[in-house]
């Protein structure tokens, strides 16, 4: 990223990347590396989302410079490459960015302590597959698998390789696994997420002492995880190599999207739904389905299908109330 002057409404602005967001003010890290506090000037306004954060991190902004308080007044977001959204989980009408121009993703999850939640994975997916956004999952806690976990973490490590997605079993307490996990972050700029308890801070500690992001045990009580990061933040930890480590996420809904969009971005769904008798195809009661078939012969994974239409229907329930409350 250069610091370069430009032009914009005949006066000079400087350009920065948001790396940390606390609320009303954003900190922005400009070419030299120095670090400018920015407000925003008036309302931004993004064309056709309607979101709770016009500014996310890893967004690059256009600056005008206060000189005698060293701080920035943001007055316009620079052309996104991708963004990462998420439905807000205060307004259930609103969309929250999580991130913007990343390069890839990591999905952090674990099959015990806290058990597995196979369902989020495949949610994050839906996520970033709209941007072509390549993921890597990884399963953490590897120290603590029994025999039935590790035969576990095989059927989830073929299920999602068959279909393009790189999986990784590492252990943040042994650090195992985890020179050649840091090995995928060079020269990218990474986000990384994960429910609360995967370990995802300690993995990131482990990989990267100096970071040193704070950590948290499960809760006694419930066997969850706890709360450790309040907001995204992306921290540089070599030249272009950037890491957005994001709050640790409880659920994603997808209220926001259509049935269509859905079945899009699953992507061996996509693949074969030409084959589909119809072309606008659910996959579900229709005749001749081509997805239906795959879970037949085994070419489709039944334990993504049903989480497909476990977010189909949560959709379609959303809907109904809206239309009718």
């Known amino acids: 990223m250069a610091k370069k002057k430009i032009i914009v409404d005949n006066t000079d602005h400087i350009i920065g990347r948001v790396f940390r967001s606390t609320g009303s003010w954003y900190e922005v890290v400009l070419d030299n590396g120095d670090i400018m506090p920015c407000r925003t000037v008036g309302k931004l306004r993004l064309k056709n989302l309607k979101v709770t954060n016009p500014i ?80 890597h999952i990884v399963f953490n806690k590897s120290d603590v698998y029994m025999e039935e976990d590790l035969s576990t973490y095989e059927y989830l490590k073929e299920i999602y ?6 999986v990784h079993l590492v252990s943040a307490t042994e650090q195992v696994g985890t020179d050649a996990l840091l090995k995928i972050f060079s020269e990218k700029t990474t986000l990384v997420g994960g429910q609360s308890g995967v370990g995802k801070s300690s993995l990131i500690n482990a990989m990267i002492p100096d970071m040193d992001l704070r950590t948290m045990e499960i809760s006694d009580h419930s066997g969850k995880g ?9 921290y540089t930890i070599a030249k272009d190599t950037h890491i957005i480590d994001t709050p640790g996420i409880k659920t994603l809904s997808f209220n926001y999207l259509e049935i269509t969009d859905v079945a899009h971005n699953f992507r061996e769904f996509f693949k074969v739904s030409d084959a589909c008798k119809f072309s606008n195809c659910m996959h579900r009661n229709e005749p001749k389905c081509a997805v239906k ?9 039944e334990l993504r299908y049903f989480n497909y239409v476990q977010i189909l229907e949560e959709i379609e329930d959303q809907n109904y109330w809206e239309l009718h409350t």
């Open 56 to 135: 996310a991190v890893g967004d690059y902004v256009k600056i005008k410079e206060d000189e005698h308080e060293k701080t920035g007044s943001i007055i316009g977001i620079c052309d996104r490459k991708n963004y990462v959204i998420r439905q807000s989980p205060r307004k259930k009408h609103f969309l929250h960015i999580i991130a913007s121009n990343i390069d890839q993703a990591v999905v952090i999850a674990t099959v015990r302590e806290p058990m597995l939640k196979q369902g989020f994975i495949d949610r994050f997916l839906l996520m970033t597959e709209p941007f072509d956004i390549p993921v």
């Open 161 to 166: 390789e068959e279909i393009g997605y790189v």
């Open 226 to 234: 706890q709360h450790t990061t309040t907001f995204a933040e992306m």
């Open 293 to 301: 078939e795959g879970i037949e012969n085994g070419t489709i994974s």
